[in-house]
T-cell receptor, first 115, second 112 residues
Framework: GAVVSQHPSWVICKSGTSVKIECRSL??????MFWYRQFPKQSLMLMATSNEGSKATYEQGVEKDKFLINHASLTLSTLTVTSAHPEDSSFYIC???????????FGPGTRLTVT | GNSVTQMEGPVTLSEEAFLTINCTYT??????LFWYVQYPGEGLQLLLKATKADDKGSNKGFEATYRKETTSFHLEKGSVQVSDSAVYFCALSITNNNDMRFGAGTRLTVKP
């Protein structure tokens, strides 16, 4: 099946610094990718839709200046958490459909801890 | 709005026991319904899906039937195995799978 990777798998950073998380579709091109956030023992919450060649679409309540998304190519989307704070500590997951409207394939997630 | 409610866990069963994880949904329009599974340390994987009322999705011994009259999509398996231990998420999508809403997840532990 299709494979989506994320890098890094975990990261620890100090409060006030920025962290970049990469999401790659390894064996297919994805014009759209999705970023989710998962709190402990809670479900995935859609943060934003990443669109190749255009601006990302953010869900209500998600700060676009805080969570910068860049869909640089058909196989790569990046999420940058700017000026991270401890409350940004979470599990970040990306997904991408192989075909428009098709099944989504999920990355393994990135655990961010802000100290 | 569109949302999914699934039974809270954790659920602990003995091997070969019958499993039911309840899932109900609220949606405008006609959603597609999904069950995803997340094994420890791995990403979400699609377990099964159903795209219209009365459809039954099945995979690896798991089944779920899309019930429009009760707005439900309960997950069942007749005989669970230790290897089924994971977190299970019910989800729906209205717009061609591109806008998915997930339930809170149910952690299943199967003991030998």
């Amino acid at each position: 099946g299709a494979v989506v990777s994320q890098h890094p798998s975990w990261v620890i950073c100090k409060s006030g610094t920025s962290v970049k998380i990469e999401c790659r579709s390894l064996d297919f091109q994805a014009t759209t990718m999705f970023w989710y956030r998962q709190f402990p023992k809670q479900s995935l919450m859609l943060m934003a839709t990443s669109n190749e060649g255009s601006k990302a679409t953010y869900e209500q309540g998600v700060e676009k200046d805080k969570f910068l998304i860049n869909h640089a190519s058909l196989t790569l989307s990046t999420l940058t958490v700017t000026s991270a704070h401890p409350e940004d500590s979470s599990f970040y997951i990306c997904s991408a459909p192989r075909l428009a409207g098709g099944e989504q394939y999920f990355g393994p997630g990135t655990r961010l801890t802000v100290t | 709005g569109n949302s999914v409610t699934q039974m809270e866990g954790p659920v602990t069963l003995s091997e070969e026991a019958f499993l039911t994880i309840n899932c109900t949904y609220t949606a405008t329009g006609y959603p597609s319904l999904f069950w995803y599974v997340q094994y420890p340390g791995e990403g979400l994987q699609l377990l099964l899906k159903a795209t219209k009322a009365d459809d039954k999705g099945s995979n690896k011994g798991f089944e779920a039937t899309y019930r429009k009259e009760t707005t439900s999509f309960h997950l069942e398996k007749g005989s669970v195995q230790v290897s089924d231990s994971a977190v299970y998420f019910c989800a729906l999508s209205i717009t061609n799978n591109n806008d998915m809403r997930f339930g809170a997840g149910t952690r299943l532990t199967v003991k030998p």
